[in-house]
Structures are given as structure tokens and as C-alpha cells.
């Protein structure tokens, strides 16, 4: 199973962002797939998820009415749009994927089972 997460970068406060995660050796439709990220310094942290259909979608409080999660599971590729950027976005982000996760434990770490690599975003103010 191979995550890649791609589409960071250095952006000034206000700017927006989209990250990508392709899935290769999983079966990408089966699997509920979220977006971490851990900021220097800090543990790593929940923000957003999507349901295989792609119906369901939650975010961290932090993130709600700013970024997008989203998937295409013809190309089996995940999405994180982030709009409206902050320094305190700054972090290593990570796409992760499960086929395990339920409701409840939707933001838990241990519940997916496989990560990529991360790809850093660094907002300057």
C-alpha cells in the first residue's frame, strides 16, 4: 500500500492550497481516508475525513468553513483544498486510509491503518 501525499508549499496568510494523496495496492473505494497534520513542536492532529461514498465528510473545528475534503475514486486520488490559510496551518500533512474506521472513532489516529509520506505547508503572515 502506497500513499502519496504531494501539493504543499510556502503561501502567504490568506493564500489557499490543494493537497493530493494517489492510493496504489489498496482498494481506494473501500477505504474511509483523512488528512492529519503535525505542526513543529506539537502532536499530530486530526483534520478532516470522508466516507468511501464520499457523502460523509468530517473536519477538525479548526479547519470547518475553511478546508474541503473530497475524493475521486476512479482515480483514486484523496483532495484537501485549503482556503483562507493561517500560520497556525503550518504543519507536515498526512493522508491516511482505513477500512476499519466507524463514526465515532472517524478522528482517532490508531484507526487508520496506513499513512504517507506527508507533504509540508508552511503559511508566513
Known amino acids: 500500500v502506497q500513499l502519496q501525499a504531494s501539493g504543499g508549499g510556502l503561501v502567504q496568510a490568506g493564500d489557499s492550497l490543494r493537497l493530493s494523496c494517489a492510493a496504489s495496492?489498496?482498494?481506494?473505494?473501500?477505504?474511509?481516508m483523512g488528512w492529519f497534520r503535525q505542526a513543529p513542536g506539537k502532536e499530530r492532529e486530526f483534520v478532516a475525513a470522508?466516507?468511501?461514498?464520499?457523502?460523509?465528510?468530517d473536519y477538525a473545528d479548526s479547519v470547518k468553513g475553511r478546508f474541503i475534503v473530497s475524493r475521486d475514486n476512479v482515480k483514486n486520488i484523496l483532495y484537501l483544498q485549503m482556503n483562507s490559510l493561517r500560520p497556525e496551518d503550518t504543519a507536515l500533512y498526512y493522508c491516511?486510509?482505513?477500512?476499519?474506521?466507524?463514526?465515532?472513532?472517524?478522528?482517532?489516529?490508531?484507526?487508520?491503518?496506513?499513512w504517507g509520506q506527508g507533504t509540508q505547508v508552511t503559511v508566513s503572515s
Open positions: 491516511a486510509a482505513s477500512a476499519s474506521v466507524i463514526r465515532s472513532n472517524v478522528a482517532t489516529q490508531t484507526a487508520y491503518a496506513y
Open positions: 495496492g489498496v482498494t481506494f473505494s473501500r477505504n474511509h
Open positions: 470522508i466516507h468511501q461514498s464520499g457523502v460523509r465528510k
